[in-house]
């Protein structure tokens, strides 16, 4: 069973930062591969996939909204996931989930939509401000 926490949410105004991480724990196997993602979800908004990024190591994915703004990694030994986000606008505001599933280098992160997570932590919330 795979457990994830996520933190660093918080106020902020327009163009300011904030860092989410995500710790994740309970891995099944050492060896097995996963991706990672972030989420948010708007107050009467659907889900929507933020970024994504395989542990096994290839290159990360994210949204059309957000790309050049924030940037997903891992930090493998403290087993986090970390979404560093820039230049935060008011439409950013949103609960952010992190979600994992285990996957494969022959099932791109990219290719997966949020039914395809099976674990996901109870989320952060992000408010930006102008």
């Known amino acids: 069973q795979v457990h994830l926490v996520e933190s660093g949410g918080g106020s902020v105004q327009a163009g300011e930062s904030l860092r989410l991480s995500c710790a994740v724990s309970?891995?099944?196997?050492?060896?097995?591969?996963?991706?990672m993602a972030w989420f948010r979800q708007a107050p009467g908004k659907e889900r929507e996939g933020v970024a994504s990024?395989?542990?096994?190591?290839?290159?990360?994915h994210y949204a059309d909204s957000v790309k050049g703004r924030f940037a997903i990694s891992q930090d493998n030994a403290k087993n986090t996931v970390i979404l560093q986000m820039n230049s935060l606008k008011p439409e950013d505001t949103a609960m952010y989930y992190c979600?994992?599933?285990?996957?494969?280098?022959?099932?791109?992160?990219?290719?997966?939509?949020?039914?395809?997570?099976?674990?996901w932590g109870q989320g952060t919330q992000v408010t930006v401000s102008l």
């Open positions: 309970g891995y099944t196997e050492r060896k097995s591969n996963y991706c």
């Open positions: 979600a994992a599933v285990g996957a494969t280098l022959f099932t791109p992160c990219f290719t997966k939509t949020e039914g395809d997570y099976n674990y």
């Open positions: 990024i395989y542990t096994g190591g290839a290159s990360p």
